[in-house]
C-alpha cells in the first residue's frame, strides 16, 4: 500500500521494468482530478499487450510509503490494467529501495530504521488473472483486426536501415530444407504477413544466404517463429566491444523523456550475438 496525496492507495505495482510511474483511470477518478491538472506528455508508452498507449498527460503528486515521502511525476493513461498505479525505476531509486519479487516485499532506509512493506499474495494473485483475462480478450480481438507487430514500423530506409556484417571471405550458406509439421507452417505463414504487410521484410527470388525457420511453443501455448541464423553469425566478426552491464545502462536512462530505440536495438543486437557464442 501507498499514500498518494493522503489517501490510502492499494494495488500498487512496483516495476523494476518500467522506466515511468504510471497513474490508471480507478486512481485518477478516486482522487478527483481533472483534465485541468495535467500537464502534456505526447510521448507513447508500450502497454503491457505490447500496444502502444498515447497518455492523457502527466502530474506530479507526493507519494508516501513506510513513512518516507517523494514527488512521483505519473503519466496518466486510460488502458485497463488491474492496477491502480505503477511505482518503475524512478520511484525506486529517489526511495532508494530494494524490490524483491521472490518475497513480494520492499526495502529502503528512511530516516531512523529500515522499512520493510509487504505485499499481499492473495492480491498479486487477482491482479495476475485479471491481467490474462484481459489479454486473452486481447488476442481474441487481435485476431480479427489486423495489427502491424513490427516494433519500429514506418520508419524510412532512407533514414536508418539494419544491415549485417558478413565476412566477405565467408561462402553463403543455403540451409537444407527441413519440413515442418502443419500447425508450424500455419504460424510461419501468418507471421510471414504480418511482417510483410509492416513493411519489416521483402521477398528474395534468389538469396545467396538461406536460412530455415524454427518453430517453438511459448508459455501461453501459442508458436513463437524464428530463424536459424547459426551459419550466419559464424560468418559476422564478433565485437569486441560489446554493450556491458545493459541493466545498468537501461535505469541510467530513467528520468529522462525519451531513450532513442537505436540505442536499445544495439544492445539488444550485441546480447544476442554474444548468446550464439
Not at 492499494?10 to 510511474?21: E, H, N
Amino acid at each position: 500500500m501507498a499514500r498518494v496525496m493522503n489517501f490510502l492507495v492499494k494495488r500498487v505495482m512496483i516495476d523494476q521494468g518500467s522506466g515511468a510511474d504510471v497513474m490508471y483511470p480507478d486512481l485518477y477518478r478516486g482522487l478527483g482530478l481533472k483534465n485541468e491538472d495535467l500537464s502534456k506528455y505526447d510521448t507513447p508508452l508500450m502497454g503491457f499487450d505490447g500496444h502502444l498507449v498515447t497518455p492523457e498527460g502527466q502530474l506530479s503528486l507526493p507519494v508516501s510509503m513506510g513513512g518516507k515521502e517523494v514527488i512521483v511525476t505519473f503519466i496518466v493513461v486510460t488502458s485497463f490494467s488491474p492496477y491502480t498505479a505503477i511505482l518503475g525505476r524512478s520511484w525506486i531509486h529517489d526511495m532508494g529501495a530494494v524490490p524483491s519479487t521472490l518475497h513480494v516485499k520492499v526495502k529502503f532506509r528512511t530516516e531512523d530504521r529500515i522499512a520493510v512493506i509487504r505485499g499481499y499474495q492473495q492480491a498479486v494473485k487477482q491482479c495476475m488473472v485479471a491481467a490474462a483475462y484481459d489479454q486473452t480478450k486481447q488476442e481474441e480481438l487481435t485476431e480479427k483486426a489486423p495489427l502491424y507487430p513490427y516494433e519500429v514500423p514506418w520508419v524510412d530506409p532512407e533514414f536508418i536501415v539494419h544491415k549485417l556484417n558478413v565476412d566477405p571471405l565467408c561462402p553463403p550458406k543455403k540451409q537444407r530444407l527441413r519440413r515442418s509439421a502443419k500447425e508450424h507452417a500455419k504460424a510461419v505463414r501468418q507471421e510471414v504477413g504480418k511482417l510483410r504487410e509492416a513493411g519489416a521484410i521483402k521477398e528474395m527470388f534468389f538469396p545467396e544466404w538461406l536460412a530455415n525457420t524454427v518453430v517453438v511453443k511459448k508459455k501461453s501455448g501459442k508458436w513463437r517463429v524464428c530463424v536459424d541464423f547459426t551459419n550466419l553469425n559464424r560468418a559476422c566478426p564478433k565485437d569486441p566491444f560489446s554493450m556491458p552491464k545493459i541493466d545498468q545502462l537501461v535505469d541510467a536512462t530513467c528520468g529522462h523523456p525519451r531513450m532513442s530505440f537505436l540505442n536499445a536495438f544495439k544492445g539488444y543486437y550485441q546480447i544476442a550475438l554474444a548468446a550464439e557464442d
